[in-house]
């Protein structure tokens, strides 16, 4: 089998899967190879959602005749603003009516995608007009109704009923005898069903004589003219010439049919992202399954310099298929429909660092000093420290009273960095938890006339930790800044476990649901090999964790828990994660409106699908 790399480093980390909902079960989405995939044209997931609509009880504004009525779809962007999407057909003379008229619209998991509807009467005199053309002022408004997107999807059936409503003169909203509207949404998926196939090689030749050779696969389809489109690759294994690579997945509907070339390229990993080619076969997923059954392998060729195929180099290099099924993969919304849930949790730094340099400090009287990861610390009841040289404090937490603190409230209503980050990711979450109770913690404070704790209730009660609501959150947030003092040091690890026993024990009791820890901190943790021993056992359980990093502080050191920048995380008793499930970021905004908070949310589909694909749980549909 040779030497196969399950903890290596990010650029050798295996992505897999197709574009749309087939990921490898060993995914690790940002790598060297990632980039080298992105060149391509290879991009994430993604989800067309078509929508239908109908209504019912609509009001009749003649005496005579039913309405006639014409719906208008909107998206409703953050600042309010209204984009039109769409309008259906005129139905003519109906209170009840069901349009023809379909939209398809891409589903970001990671925003919240505002749907506003709005029903016309349409007069008689304008049935002859373009609907494109109508202006919606001379039309009689019948109602109004809004959704988030997440809405409808997550239903068991796909469908949402929601009431219209039209408002006074003086804005009060006025729902009686304004009707109901009906939307489904149906996931755009001609087939669900995937190919999983393990691909081998043996005797791959040397690229440069004295280097060792990492291989890897890359498997692209072919379209018109010829060009070739990335689908799926391999994980790399280190120094091997005879590798057998994981599991890949190809879904049908990507490729075309069984019957499309398919082009399978072996390359030599280089981390300058520069990978070198060794060899490839053009064969379609009807061929492969040959080759599997016959148990007979494919010898690769290098292409000629002219493009001349008579002139391609055939290698000994020979590429095997050792397993070629067909199974059905269900996407990340059929297991939404089908009874999951995801369940939002926070954790706040409470913690007051306070950094100095050796040479920078001098110690006063009945000051004792101590250390912990290099940093030196000042316990709160010592004396104040004087710079010698140049050193400075950087408490960036500072005292919350004070307006350069990353705690400070703003009396004006301006949010904090803290703030921030959990409504950005509490907003989007909140739409999959259906209580919308949310376990809040926070670390590295003291009580008042207590010794520090390091996971505590956020809303001060010593029996349970739920809140409700983001607005929730945010109270007991306030709250314990002005009932706890800031200390330290900065710990991890208490908090990731209680995270852990509750997706545990949720688990235990068959629970269908998978949970998100957001982690805030304004600095780099203490306790890195015990964070470390949490995530790794964390990994096994329906968890992700994202670690949001406030301030200027460096957190360099923090990206070793990111396996996407890293190698795969090891316990100290020499366990490796089963998977990746920590992502960390600095926070700050970028110029599209989406956060990198959001943006970070985009990857949560694909963890949770490795979650439940690897333990062959199903949805309930």
């Not at 005496?63 to 600042?79: D, E, H, I, Q, T």
């Not at 509207?181 to 005797?203: N, P, Q, Y």
């Not at 061929?287 to 690769?300: A, K, P, S, T, V």
Request: with cysteine.
């Amino acid at each position: 089998m040779g030497n196969r790399l399950s903890e290596v480093a990010a650029g050798r980390a295996a992505i897999g899967g197709t574009a749309a909902d087939f990921l490898n079960l060993a995914a690790a989405p940002i790598d060297a190879v990632e980039n080298f995939l992105r060149s391509r044209g290879h991009h994430g997931l993604f989800s067309q959602i078509e929508l239908s609509f109908s209504a019912s009880g609509l009001r009749d504004r003649d005496v005579l005749f039913k309405s006639n009525p014409m719906m208008v779809l909107y998206a409703r962007g953050k600042n309010g603003a209204l984009e039109e999407l769409c309008r259906t057909e005129v139905v003519l003379n109906s209170s009840s009516p069901r349009w023809i008229t379909k939209h398809t619209l891409i589903y970001h998991f990671e925003v919240v995608q505002v749907l506003v509807f709005r029903v016309y009467d349409v007069d008689t005199q304008f049935h002859n007009v373009d609907i494109k053309m109508l202006d919606l002022d001379e039309q009689q408004f019948l109602g109004e109704a809004t959704c988030a997107l997440s809405q409808i999807i997550t239903q068991p059936d796909k469908s949402l009923t929601i009431d219209l409503y039209t408002e006074d003169s003086v804005g009060s909203t006025l729902s009686k005898n304004c009707g109901k509207l009906m939307v489904h949404g149906e996931e755009c998926i001609s087939s669900k069903t995937a190919i999983e196939m393990v691909f081998r090689c043996s005797d791959l030749e040397y690229k440069y004589l004295f280097s060792r050779t990492d291989p890897f696969l890359l498997i692209s389809k072919v379209v018109e003219a010829g060009a070739q489109i990335p689908i799926c690759k391999t994980e790399v294994i280190r120094n091997d010439l005879n590798p057998i690579w994981k599991s890949v997945f190809v879904n049908i509907q990507q490729v075309g049919s069984k019957d499309s070339p398919l082009i399978i390229e072996c390359y030599n990993f280089n981390s300058n992202g520069k990978h070198d080619l060794m060899g490839k076969v053009q064969r379609s997923l009807v061929e492969l399954e040959n080759i599997h059954n016959n148990g007979q392998g494919e010898n690769l060729f290098l292409p000629s310099a002219d493009g001349q195929n008579h002139d391609n180099k055939v290698l000994k290099s020979q590429l095997f298929v050792e397993k070629f099924t067909e199974s059905v993969q269900y996407t990340f919304l059929d297991y939404l429909a089908g009874g999951f849930e995801l369940n939002f949790m926070v954790a706040v730094d409470f913690t007051v660092q306070h950094k100095f340099t050796i040479a920078a400090l001098v110690e006063e009287s009945g000051c004792v000093l101590f250390t912990l990861r290099n940093h030196l610390w000042v316990p709160q009841n010592a004396n104040p420290l004087r710079p010698l040289l140049s050193g400075s404090t950087a408490a960036s937490n500072g005292n919350p009273r004070l307006p350069d603190s990353l705690h400070y409230i703003d009396p004006s209503g301006r949010p904090n960095a803290y703030q921030r980050a959990i409504v950005e990711v509490g907003e989007v979450l909140q739409l999959y938890d259906s209580d919308k109770r949310f376990p809040t913690w926070g670390f590295g404070a003291r009580p008042i006339d207590g010794p520090v704790c390091h996971c505590f209730n956020l809303n001060g009660s010593s029996h349970y930790c739920e809140v409700e609501g983001i607005q929730g959150i945010l109270m007991a947030y306030t709250s314990a800044l002005l009932n706890v003092s800031l200390a330290g040091p900065t710990l991890f690890g208490p908090v990731i476990s209680t995270a852990a026993l509750i997706a545990s024990q949720s688990v235990a009791n068959g629970g269908r649901k998978y949970f998100v820890l957001l982690i805030i901190t304004d600095g780099v943790v203490t306790d890195l090999q015990e964070t470390k021993d949490a995530i790794v056992k964390a990994s096994d359980l329906p968890l992700s964790i994202l670690i949001v990093g406030v301030g200027g502080a460096d957190f360099k050191e923090m990206e070793v828990l990111d396996a996407d920048k890293g190698e795969r995380l090891e316990s100290s008793y020499g366990r490796v994660a089963s998977r990746d499930i920590v992502q960390f970021i600095p926070f700050r905004e970028v110029q599209s409106g989406l956060s990198v908070v959001q943006a970070f949310l985009a990857e949560l589909p694909a963890q949770f699908l490795t979650y439940v694909r690897s333990r062959n749980i199903q949805p309930n549909l």
